[in-house]
């Protein structure tokens, strides 16, 4: 009798680390691998296929990923999406399960986890691993709605300014400060909420509606 072969579709605009995955799975499963690179990409890619399940970065270079889960919920609620992030923050994971996914796994974790994920959600249940659940369970209402709880006022006020479409020059001057200490504030803030770029910080001001 031969084993099953899972139609996955992978999102990540990283090249390297579609290649591991493809390389992770490989070794555990009979698997067909489709990648794709954006937001528009993965939306065409996933309905062009419709794959056992879709693994989705959360920022993505070209738009959001949660907004990308969203589009593909809409034309199909039964889709199978895992979200795959640097942050392994439970907050992160909540707006993840809140949007309609069926798992959430950092990118951190072991290449048996990834795997285990896939199968879980391919089986038809959810995936977290017992560290984020145990950390969703201690998490209170005013958590899940907010993911900038440990930034500071200028980080917010950085964030803002950010949604409002202001370069670094633009934030420097507003906030009569140095154009180095604006940029040294975007890296921590890069860092808190793991993100690659100041258009990862503009999505998530945007998503979380700093105004």
């Known amino acids: 009798m031969s084993r099953k072969t899972f139609q996955l579709l992978i999102v990540d605009d990283h090249p390297m680390v579609i290649a591991g995955c493809r390389a992770i799975l490989s070794a555990h499963m009979d698997v067909a691998v489709r990648e794709a690179h954006g937001e528009d990409e993965g939306f065409e890619r996933y309905f062009a296929k419709r794959p056992d399940a879709a693994i989705i970065d959360l920022y993505l270079t070209d738009g959001s990923g949660l907004a990308l889960a969203q589009r593909i919920l809409r034309q199909d609620p039964k889709a199978r999406i895992i979200f795959f992030s640097m942050n392994d923050d439970a ?44 950390q969703l369970a201690c998490l209170d209402d ?25 370069t670094m020059a633009e934030i420097a001057h507003a906030s009569n400060l140095s154009y180095k200490t604006i940029t040294n504030n975007c890296t921590a803030l890069k860092r808190k909420l793991g993100a690659r770029t100041l258009l990862d910080l503009t999505r998530i001001a945007i998503e979380n509606k700093l105004a």
Request: proline share 3%.
């Open 91 to 134: 907050v992160f994971a909540s707006r993840a399960i809140e949007c309609g996914a069926k798992g959430y796994i950092s990118k951190c974790e072991s290449p048996s986890r990834f795997v285990a994920a896939i199968r879980a959600v391919t089986s038809g249940e959810t995936f977290l691993v017992p560290e984020i659940a145990q």
């Open 142 to 166: 005013s958590a899940f709605k907010s993911s900038l709880s440990r930034l500071n006022a200028r980080e917010l006020n950085i964030l803002r300014h950010l949604r409002e479409g202001c």
